[in-house]
């Protein structure tokens, strides 16, 4: 279990309700940061592909360096999209790429898809820890109620013991007196007897 230094408000320690995550649950948290990092990547790139699209709009020089790693960042995200729409090119040199506008819209929907993805995993891994602790307070109940039981019992057991001792005790205060009660009655009888008569 998790140990902790201070103990929870009702005096119940942390390492009793927090119990260690399970295989299934550490696997859970390594696949929630592997698809985050995922997401992570796919909302970066539409990042990238909307900085492209505005620059190419805007006709912005392709020889400053931010420029430069922007295309190329870009030219990367999009071999997959490639061609797949005409361009349109003003007489300014702006140009509108509704290519990017499409691997914008489809980098976007796999960003959301794996957002609710770690979103799902968030809720599971929240479920199984609440699932654990749940099981944790019930066998720290049991614990607590067997421990009760059992002091009750042994609480009962020297009761009955006391009580047996208490009543050997009477039994022979009692036995002691009708003792003493005889004794005394034989030395009063033999007081009040009279004495014999003188012999001549």
Not at 75 to 87: K, N, S, V, Y
């Amino acid at each position: 279990m998790t140990t902790a230094q201070q103990p929870q408000p009702g005096g119940i320690a942390p390492e009793e309700i927090l119990p260690e995550d399970s295989g299934s649950v550490k696997g859970m948290r390594f696949a929630r940061w592997f698809v985050w990092f995922v997401w992570a990547y796919f909302t970066f790139v539409v990042v990238v592909l909307t900085m492209s699209f505005f620059l190419l709009l805007f006709n912005a020089d392709p020889d400053v360096g931010f420029v430069a790693w922007v295309y190329r960042s870009a030219d990367r995200a999009m071999e997959p999209f490639r061609g797949i729409f005409p361009t349109e090119t003003a007489g300014n040199g702006s140009v509108i790429d509704f290519s990017i506008l499409f691997a914008m819209i489809v980098y976007g929907i796999i960003a959301s898809l794996v957002s609710a993805l770690v979103s799902f995993l968030d809720r599971k891994i929240a479920e199984e820890r609440s699932k654990a602790m749940y099981i944790a307070q019930e066998e720290r109940r049991r614990r607590e109620y067997a421990m009760t039981t059992n002091a009750e019992y042994a609480a009962a057991q020297y009761q009955v013991q006391q009580d047996e001792a208490a009543a050997q005790f009477a039994s022979r205060q009692v036995a002691a007196q009708q003792r003493t009660a005889e004794a005394a009655e034989h030395l009063s009888a033999d007081q009040h007897e009279p004495p014999p008569p003188p012999q001549t």
